[in-house]
């Protein structure tokens, strides 16, 4: 069996409809969005809507400023538009119509943190299967599913009325709830990767992004045979193992156009 594993697809969909070729299956890890482009900024949704020179300012909060000052910015951007909400989903809704149909082999697919899951099962076709908090046999193996982000500890959602954009992120317990629901799985497949330092932190951005301490539970209890994941674009590691379980950041598919190929 060969399976190819992307993620961070960013809205790469040249790359994506060739992902699958000569492959049994394609799992897609995801973050299939592109919101916002920061090497491009007149790409991505934001780009889009607010231009270049909006979004490379909001880059640059993010890059150098403080969180307060990034989200006060970005109030002032989304507050130039009639009706934000309506904006952001014309324009994911035409990226998904896209980027679904550009899944070509059958397609296992979880979403990441800058993905809408709501909308998936509109634009999945009979050759996508999406899964999160399940389990599927893919050539003998069970793959498990566990889609989304995780919450920092101490931060409780409350969605805003009328807020433009809601990224999956999701409470851990409700997150370690998806990954409870995982049992005796041979490739543990999620967005995000195992709470582990050199795993997590992302040396460009130079920032630990949030993982998951259920992950590396499953992996020392269940010892499957990989853990693959994406989420940090850069990692301090691509790889690290666990016991018996190769753990893999499949890559930023964005940039790299190439999947991660398992064999067995």
């Known amino acids: 069996m060969r399976v190819h594993v992307v993620s961070d697809v960013h809205g790469n969909a040249d790359a994506l409809k060739r992902a699958g070729e000569g492959a049994d299956a394609l799992v897609v890890l995801g973050d299939l969005l592109d919101f916002v482009d920061y090497r491009e900024h ?25 969180r ?54 509109e634009f999945a076709g009979d050759g996508v299967q999406v899964l999160d908090g399940e389990v599927a046999t893919i050539g003998g193996l069970r793959f498990g599913f566990a889609g989304g982000a995780v919450l920092p500890e101490g931060v409780v959602p409350r969605p805003r009325k009328g807020a433009a954009w809601r990224p999956y992120l999701r409470p851990r317990e409700d997150f370690d709830a998806s990954v409870a629901k995982l049992s005796g799985v041979d490739v543990l497949c999620t967005h995000i990767p195992p709470a582990l330092p050199e795993l997590t932190y992302d040396v460009v951005a130079r920032r630990a992004e949030l993982g998951s301490s259920a992950l590396l539970e499953l992996i020392r209890e269940q010892r499957p045979r990989w853990s693959v994941f994406g989420h940090v674009h850069q990692p301090l590691a691509a790889r690290r193992r666990v016991g018996y379980t190769e753990c893999r950041n499949v890559g930023h598919f964005k940039e790299t156009g190439q999947p991660y190929v398992l064999r067995w």
């Open 42 to 66: 007149d790409k991505g949704i934001m780009g889009a809507l607010f231009g270049a020179e909006k979004v490379a300012q909001f880059a640059r909060l993010r890059r150098e400023g403080t």
């Open 68 to 121: 307060d000052e990034t989200v006060a910015y970005s109030r002032t951007l989304w507050a130039t538009l009639d009706d934000p909400a309506a904006a952001v989903d014309e324009a994911v809704r035409e990226q998904y119509a896209t980027l679904f149909a550009s899944m070509t082999a059958p397609t296992y697919a979880t979403p990441g943190n800058v993905d809408s899951p709501v909308l998936w099962p």
